[in-house]
């Protein structure tokens, strides 16, 4: 099942999969791991994708990412214990930008669980615009396979 608020899906290539441990202090008044902590582990999965891509541009350079909208769906409540994994997929990255999307599945199930979208926005940290997305990013890009 595929949730999507727009009517067109844009194509999509899986770039990165980060799995993490549900913690018990997570948990909301209904058993459940609240619902920002889904936010938290596409942020996650994220930062490290970005991390292995682009370490010189996001320390050295005053460069990188800020997201100018973020959304998820929830689709099934994840409880504790256990494992979460993230997937990472993306689509056609435009100058400066790049939409991401997310699906959260527990590693021991793989159903869906929530999916969410980010659209990236590369910038100079120092004087605030954006610039074009790093080479090392396009590339891992165009060499991801098609979800």
């Given amino acids: 099942m595929r949730v999507m608020t727009s009517a067109v899906m844009p194509e999509r290539k899986r770039v990165y999969r980060l799995e993490m441990s549900l ?3 997570d948990q909301d008044a209904m058993s459940h791991i609240n619902n920002t902590l889904y936010f938290r582990y596409m ?7 970005l991390d292995s891509l682009c370490p010189e541009e996001r320390r050295e350079k005053n460069q990188g990412a800020v997201l ?3 959304s998820c769906t929830f689709l099934m409540p994840l409880t504790y214990p256990g494992m979460v994994s993230c997937d990472i997929f993306v689509a056609q ?4 930008s790049l939409p ?3 699906e959260l599945r527990r590693v021991d199930d793989q159903r869906l669980y929530a999916e969410g979208a980010a659209k ?4 100079d940290k120092l004087s605030g615009k ?7 990013l396009r590339q891992a ?4 396979q098609d979800a």
């Fill in 23 to 25: 913690r018990w202090g």
């Fill in 43 to 49: 942020e996650q999965a994220r930062v490290e994708w």
């Fill in 68 to 70: 100018v909208n973020a």
């Fill in 93 to 96: 990255p435009g100058r400066s």
């Fill in 100 to 102: 991401t999307f997310y």
């Fill in 120 to 123: 990236l926005v590369w910038i």
């Fill in 130 to 136: 954006s610039i074009p997305l790093p080479e090392s």
């Fill in 141 to 144: 890009c165009a060499d991801a």
